[in-house]
């Protein structure tokens, strides 16, 4: 009988099956999660197993179902990956979004992707990376709040030095600074009567709004025993 030589295919097939394996260790063994989806970029062909520790959900659920991976979007940020997935891209993507785990935490991710295509040019798939970038996020808003504190400050001490103003003008100057550092919707600046040692509400009218008709500097709450209990009710 006649007889075919398969060893160009045996290596073939075994090369494929090393590619195969190392992908498949390499894709289970990073931080980051591995996707593919099909061309239309409707349905997930691979989700690697990162998938379920940063978004709490089994990568077979959203293998089923890939509304499970866009409805984990936080609301405020799902048009901008809805009409990207709308029409799917033609090039590679960056973007940035939030999610909410079934836990209720909030997770940042950063999502970089692009299409692949067969020989006539047409998508056939779609493969990118998901990294969790939430610390990255809370660093770069402990920075800025750092430096707004720290501008809230020199502006603060720039009121506090400023000569001519009157305690009302610097109280007020002081109390929107404050509102601004502290993110608080209320709050009074006061200051100590050197000849009395009362505590003097300078701001008290903004706190309490239009109803409070007692003219700032007008409310003291004198020294006792015990501090200035009467600020405290």
């Known amino acids: 009988g006649a007889h075919t030589d398969i060893t160009e295919r045996k290596t073939t097939e075994k090369a494929l099956r090393i590619s195969e394996e190392r992908f ?21 062909l691979y989700l690697s197993p ?3 520790k940063v978004w709490g959900q089994p990568v077979e ?8 991976w866009r409805n984990s979007v936080v609301e405020e940020d799902r048009e901008l990956l809805f009409d990207l997935l709308s029409s799917p891209p033609e090039q590679a993507v960056n973007l940035e979004y ?15 992707g692009q299409p692949v295509r067969d ?13 969790d970038i939430t610390e990255k996020k809370l660093y770069e808003e402990a920075v800025l709040r750092e430096s707004s504190i720290n501008q809230a400050q020199a ?3 720039r009121t506090l030095t400023t000569a001519g103003d009157s305690i009302s003008d610097i109280a007020t100057r002081v109390h929107a600074h404050a509102l601004e550092l502290t993110g608080s919707a209320y709050g009074y600046v006061s200051s100590i009567d050197p000849a009395t040692g009362d505590n003097v ?5 903004a706190m309490m709004g239009t109803s409070c008709h ?20």
């Open 119 to 131: 020989g006539t040019g047409r998508i056939v798939r779609y493969v990118g990376l998901s990294r």
């Open 98 to 112: 939030r999610i909410r785990r079934p836990d209720g935490a909030i997770r940042w991710i950063q999502e970089q």
């Open 214 to 233: 007692v003219p700032d500097g007008s409310i003291r709450f004198p020294m006792g025993e015990d501090g200035y209990g009467a600020l405290w009710g």
């Open 201 to 205: 509400g300078h701001t008290l009218s």
């Open 155 to 157: 502006e603060i001490l």
């Open 24 to 44: 498949r260790q390499l894709a289970e063994n990073i931080k980051e999660v591995f996707w593919v989806l099909n061309g239309k970029a409707e349905k997930a």
């Open 50 to 52: 990162s998938f379920e």
């Open 61 to 68: 659920k959203a293998m089923g179902d890939i509304g499970v």
